[in-house]
Every structure is written in C-alpha cells, then in structure tokens.
C-alpha cells in the first residue's frame, strides 16, 4: 500500500512560480512511474506530467518549457516546479503513481493563478 501526500498548493498571481511536492509512504517507490494530474472545475482530470521509474518525462504540449518534473528516490518524494503560471493552469493537482496494476492517487492540492 503507497499513500500519496500533495502539499505546495496556494494562490499565485499570473506569472509567477509555484513547486509542488509529493511524499510517498510505503515501499518501492523507485519502481513507480509518477505523475501529476489536474481537474479545472467543470473539466477532466488532464495529465500534466510524468516520469517514470527510469526518469524519462513526458509533458501535457500546455505545460512544456514552463513545468518540470523530478523526483528525489532518497526522499520517495516528487515535485512538480511551475514557472510562468496563467489563469488556465488554476486546478486541483493530483499526484499519482504506477506500478503495473497498482494505481494510487493522492488526495490534491489547490493552485489558483489570480491576479
């Protein structure tokens, strides 16, 4: 069993910076492929981003060259570093991660962009 724990959420204003984190509990973290998910409301839930247990990444094309990906095995933690926010990246971003058949999510953190 892994639990997923989101924190770095808040208000920020369009422009500026935000870097989200991720703290996994359980073992085996490295084996995972992570991700970071987000529902805007009255929206799906959209990949943002991923990386995978090898550190390959891949980008949701609306947050490519301004969102980064890592993760710190040592710390079974995740970030996500968000540069240049604008007011259609406001959402609930959720953490997950992936091995084989076992999904886990996290229960969301809050990111409005406002001036």
């Known amino acids: 069993q892994v639990q997923l724990v989101e924190s770095g959420g808040g208000l920020v204003q369009p422009g500026g910076s935000l870097r989200l984190s991720c703290a996994a509990s359980g073992s085996g973290f490295s084996l995972f492929d992570m991700g970071w998910y987000r529902q805007a409301p009255g929206k799906q839930r959209e990949l943002v981003a991923v990386?995978?247990?090898?550190?390959?990444?891949n980008y949701a094309d609306s947050v490519k060259g301004r969102l980064t990906i890592s993760r710190d095995n040592a710390k079974n933690t995740v970030y996500l570093q968000m540069n240049s926010l604008n007011r259609e990246d406001t959402a609930v971003y959720y953490c997950n991660a992936k091995f084989r058949a076992l999904i886990y999510w996290g229960q969301g953190t809050q990111v409005t962009v406002s001036s």
């Open positions: 990386i995978s247990s090898g550190r390959s990444t």
